[in-house]
């Protein structure tokens, strides 16, 4: 059974470009959240979907959006790329019945901004 | 709004020897807790999760962690580390019945484990 699966798995942009991320939940789950992980730091919440919808968001600028496809896969989006965007994005998929304590992560893109 | 503090940013241990990682949290609702565990370039891995009932948890790879509910805490202990558990640990925090959906997560504690 494949667990959560990310690509790419790295990748390198330039200030100011934009950046489309993707994940495939784990079979049978329905619901997607992401999170940026920078150098030395905890994993920071961006967004949650599920049903197609931003269910809810984390502090994050509107740069960054995302969208859930009918077979549950998402996207992450960002523009204006900056310095400070550098990162691990991870996503975690679940059931909405056991929301973030069912959570199966994937292994992650780590995006590099110079 | 939850927080949670990891009060050893890194903890060096022996083979063998005993580990505990140390966490504090702070929320106005009752919480679920987690410990996850991150190897080098790879996603996080849950170790154990406590969601109600016996607040002593076991988990995989031999780590256990106590709640604390008078104290906000959810320490992680293994009572004889390997070399294969050097890693990054995370607590984590999220509320029990809310709408909010988001885990918390603290910055992170490394452990180096040597021989």
């Known amino acids: 059974d494949a667990g959560v699966t990310q690509s790419p798995t790295h990748l390198i942009k330039t200030r100011g470009q934009q950046v489309t991320l993707r994940c495939s939940p784990k079979?049978?789950?329905?619901?997607v959240s992401w999170y940026q992980q920078a150098l030395g730091q905890g994993p920071q919440f961006i967004f949650q979907y599920y049903e197609e919808e931003e269910r809810q968001r984390g502090n994050f600028p509107d740069r960054f959006s995302g969208h859930q496809f009918p077979n549950y896969s998402s996207e992450l989006n960002v523009n204006a790329l900056l310095l400070g965007d550098s990162a691990l994005y991870l996503c975690?998929?679940?059931?909405?019945?056991?929301?973030?304590?069912?959570?199966?992560f994937g292994s992650g893109t780590r995006l590099t901004v110079v | 709004a939850q927080s949670v503090t990891q009060l050893d940013s890194q903890v060096p241990v022996f083979e063998e020897a005993p580990v505990e990682l140390r966490c504090n949290y702070s929320s106005s609702v009752s919480v679920y807790l987690f410990w996850y565990v991150q190897y080098p370039n790879q996603g996080l891995q849950l170790l154990l999760k406590?969601?109600?009932?016996?607040?002593l948890v076991k988990g995989i790879n031999g780590f256990e962690a106590e709640f604390n509910k008078s104290q906000t805490s959810f320490h992680l202990r293994k009572p004889s580390v390997h070399i294969s558990d050097t890693a990054e640990y995370f607590c984590a925090v999220t509320p029990a019945s809310s709408n909010d959906y988001k885990l918390s997560f603290g910055a992170g504690t490394t452990v180096t484990v040597r021989a």
């Open positions: 406590y969601l109600s009932g016996s607040t």
């Open positions: 975690a998929s679940s059931l909405v019945e056991t929301g973030s304590y069912g959570y199966t």
């Open positions: 079979s049978g789950h329905d619901t």
